[in-house]
């Protein structure tokens, strides 16, 4: 059932800025390398946003040349839907939702689509603003700038299709447009919606995987489904169902190509890893965050692959984009002692203990590294090198003295501990901030 209502811009922006007007985005993925046998520390990547500017401009009937998801309509039908997206190409997009009714399958499926990718705003994708566009207008300025009285509709596309399926049963359109819609608002909304995100991507899953097994799919559903099994941390599958798209001439999107690097690369896959995310380079040449994770997983896959001469191209240009990112130095020392580069490793670590030479985190992380690397012998040499510096602050000299005296201790060097705890003792008392706790671990690095 659709309702329309008058609401102003300002009613809207109280409670729904921040939600659904963003541009469709994937997010953010912590992906543990604790099962490769090269790193062990964790890898923050992005995976891609799809380039729906550049989707927006075509009709979802004419989309995919090899594969349509509209195409088991009859003849009446696919004149409604292509004179909806004739609509939606001169940006009438209120009209071309409002041309179609709700006793149809696929008109419900193209409603969906259009209030999903063309709104104005949105109230937990279940009420839509929609407008057709003047000349000059933008659809994303004007999420961003909501001014003025429009016309929200209520309309709820889960329930919407829950109630037509009772009446006509289950259709593979619905099973198609009910996944995107899901798959679309895991997006959007990201952990602030009726449902949790798991429970998102599972219906997507659900929903497509039903659509394609009864052969109602095109890339775009093939690319949402990969990426939901992606997301739950299924590479194989991913892998599967974005292979569909590859054996069907279906022309990868170039999110697709680094996501299929991504989910090739975590399952030792380290040829077409390498040979997508490659492609990526120039995919991300203008976007410099999403080429700094094309580059920073490319200097995994050449470590991997043992082609350290492309691995260290690739850390440098991630450095060029990034020089701030902790973990490049930890992945730097990592190199460098798969190398058994003493220099390099303790030139790497003097870079990282700069980024925060007060930060106990800081000596922490490279402790951390040169034990993972089975190098903890070099630890007095790099704290050796950062104490000769001049003009160090007390700050970073208790820093230094007490992670020094830690790892004397690790390496049972207990004499040495001991020497080193009383510096890192009368540099604590020079500010006052030697606490009884600090006291009794330095007393503990001795025993």
Known sequence: MEKSFFVSGSQINLFARGLADKPKRNQRFLFSLEKHPIFRNNILMKTKKFLFIILLAFCAVNLFAQKNAYEGADKKTLVALENADKLIEQRQYATAFGSLSLDNEYFIAKKIEIATNYFIQSLMHTMFILENLEEGQDLMELRKNLTGTYNMTYFDPAKIIQEYVEKNGEKPILDYA?????????????????????????????????????????????????????????YQTAIKYYTVKLDQKEEFSIDDDYNFALCNFFCGNYLPAQQYMEKSIKNYENNPDYLYDTYWVLSAIYINTRQYDLAQKALDNCKSLNMDDYRLYQRYISFYAILKDKEKTLQASADFFQIGPENPSVPQFIIQEYYDRSIEDWLPDFFEQELKRPDLS??????????YTASLSYLDKKAEAATMAEKARQAFLLDDSLTDDIDQMLTGFTQ
């Open 178 to 234: 009910l996944g995107l819609y899901y798959s679309d608002v895991l997006r959007r909304y990201q952990g602030r919606w009726l449902i949790s995100d798991e429970e998102l991507v599972n219906n997507t899953i659900t929903y497509l995987l039903k659509a394609y097994e009864k052969d109602c799919w095109d890339a775009w559903s093939m690319s949402e489904l990969a990426y939901a099994y992606m997301k739950n941390g299924d």
């Open 394 to 403: 007390n700050g970073t000299l208790q820093n230094l003295y007490f992670h």
